[in-house]
């Protein structure tokens, strides 16, 4: 398995361009997640999708667009970027069962740059 | 509002010593804990889970401790390596809820 992937791993843009970053996990879980991650900010959410075509805002989702295309993938999309928006983004994906026992899994990341 | 606080914020220690980590929380109604840890440059990795029931769970030299009834938990680090320099983030769920919360970690650092 190779968990949670993540593409690109690196991205410098330019003020108002666009781009997606990709997230695909190959555990069947059925929620997953884009967060990014400040210094001295910790990590914030910002969209999920609890099951399969559902989406929902997070803590910090303005400028930001999701989609989740299946069980397996979803994207994040900055229309129009901004300086604000450098981050290192973390996708991440959860089974929730019975037990209580639900582990988060995530990806390593994509270090974004806007200039 | 749910939320979890980690202290020390930062922590400097020599090789070879032991550290706690603190984390308390008021998410309710609980559903587990977990502590990761994050390497610089990297995404965060479990190194335990603990629901209501557990009051320590232990993974190799990383040792986690719940007080339900005080919503506190602990980790603690045996023997600290080199290696062990890093992020620890505490993440308490809610039961019902999608959304997990996190705290703000604590980052060690260990010299030889």
């Known amino acids: 398995n190779a968990g949670v992937t993540q593409t690109p791993k690196f991205q410098v843009l330019k003020t108002g361009q666009s781009m997606t970053l990709q997230c695909a996990q190959d555990?069947?879980?059925?929620?997953m997640y884009w967060y990014r991650q400040d210094p001295g900010m910790g990590l914030r959410l910002i969209y999920y999708?609890?099951?399969?075509?559902?989406?929902d805002k997070g803590e910090v989702p303005n400028g930001y667009n999701v989609s989740r295309l299946n069980k397996r993938e979803f994207s994040l999309r900055l229309e129009s970027a901004a300086p604000s928006q450098t981050s290192v983004y973390f996708c991440?994906?959860?089974?929730?069962?019975?037990?209580?026992?639900?582990?988060?899994?995530f990806g390593p990341g994509t270090r974004l740059t806007v200039l | 509002k749910n939320q979890v606080e980690q202290s020390p914020q930062s922590l400097i220690i020599l090789e070879g010593k032991n550290c706690t980590l603190q984390?308390?929380?008021?998410?309710?109604?609980?559903?587990?804990l977990r502590w990761y840890k994050q390497d610089t440059g990297r995404g965060p990795v479990s190194l335990t889970i603990?629901?209501?029931?557990?009051n320590t769970k232990s993974n190799g030299r990383y040792t986690a401790t719940l007080d339900a009834d005080t919503k506190q938990s602990s980790l603690h680090i045996t023997a600290s390596q080199l290696s062990d320099s890093a992020s620890y983030i505490c993440?308490?769920?809610?039961?019902?809820?999608?959304?997990?919360?996190f705290g703000r970690g604590t980052s060690l650092i260990v010299h030889p």
């Open positions: 603990m629901t209501f029931s557990e």
């Open positions: 999708s609890a099951s399969e075509g559902t989406t």
């Open positions: 555990m069947n879980h059925n929620s």
């Open positions: 993440v308490v769920s809610e039961g019902g809820s999608y959304i997990p919360t």
């Open positions: 984390c308390n929380y008021t998410v309710s109604p609980f559903s587990n």
């Open positions: 991440a994906s959860i089974l929730f069962g019975t037990s209580g026992l639900d582990e988060q899994f």
